[in-house]
């Protein structure tokens, strides 16, 4: 998604805890023409969070958008859940969420620049996958979709000072390959077969097809929308 705001002329920076950015983002950096920046942040620090985003917008004295993509999965019986990894996981996927978020609305009511917001769900907030036991990841993107629609509602109406008019969607992909889900087919944690098998396309996505999203929910494209969920999931939800 980050790749597809640089396409359309933006300047994005991007967020992680590690010290510096993988070999696909150094790639991506030198095709952006140096419109590409990361920053290493821990989303859970309320402290980081707030200092790097407003240098960001004081940078350019305004701030226009965000993708709230942060996040760790896990899966585990209930009765057997690890409880440390349940902090972990709640911290990074409602907390950290949350915490970009309201520094972003922050400065954007700042500069008077009413901007639109992304936060990445999935479509794991809104079933519980066949098969995959993961009460607490599902529970922490089904929290992500009720967060933008209260934020939504918080942040939408225009003031007169100029502040406030804020969208904010959420974003609920479906099975996705990235690296962890392909770490997790490598110790047979998931099954790509059977996961393929549970959406009408008979298949899992590629990050890129997800380009267009983070465009559009940014975007004046959908200028009339906001407190709603875009589900992209190969129409795994469409037979539940």
Not at 116 to 122: H, I, K, Y
Not at 212 to 230: E, H, V
């Amino acid at each position: 998604m980050a790749e597809g705001l640089v396409e359309a002329g933006g300047i994005v920076h991007c967020f992680d805890q590690m010290d510096k950015p993988d070999e696909h983002f150094e790639k991506s950096k030198q095709k952006s023409g140096g419109a590409l920046e990361y920053h290493q942040v821990d989303v859970t620090k309320m402290d980081q969070v707030d200092e790097t985003i407003a240098g960001i917008a004081s940078r350019a004295q305004r701030l226009d958008g965000l993708i709230a993509a942060a996040g760790v999965t896990g899966g585990g019986l209930a009765l057997e859940h690890d409880l440390a990894y349940l902090d972990t996981l709640l911290a990074v996927n409602v907390k950290g969420v949350f915490l970009a978020a309201r520094a972003c609305a922050h400065e954007m009511n700042r500069y008077k620049t009413p901007g639109a917001m992304c936060l990445v769900a999935s479509m794991s907030g809104t079933i519980s996958n066949r098969g995959f036991d993961a009460p607490i990841y599902n529970s922490s993107k089904a929290a992500v979709v009720q967060l933008a629609r209260s934020l939504a509602a918080e942040w939408g109406r225009k003031n007169e000072d100029g502040t406030g008019g804020i969208r904010v969607n959420s974003l609920s992909p479906g099975y996705v390959i990235t690296p962890m889900t392909l770490e997790d087919f490598r110790t047979g944690r998931l099954n790509k077969a059977n996961m393929a098998d549970t959406t009408i396309l008979n298949r899992c996505s590629m990050p890129e097809e997800f380009k267009a999203a983070g465009l559009f929910l940014l975007s004046d494209a959908s200028s009339f929308m906001t407190g709603s969920d875009l589900m992209i999931d190969g129409g795994t939800t469409a037979w539940r």
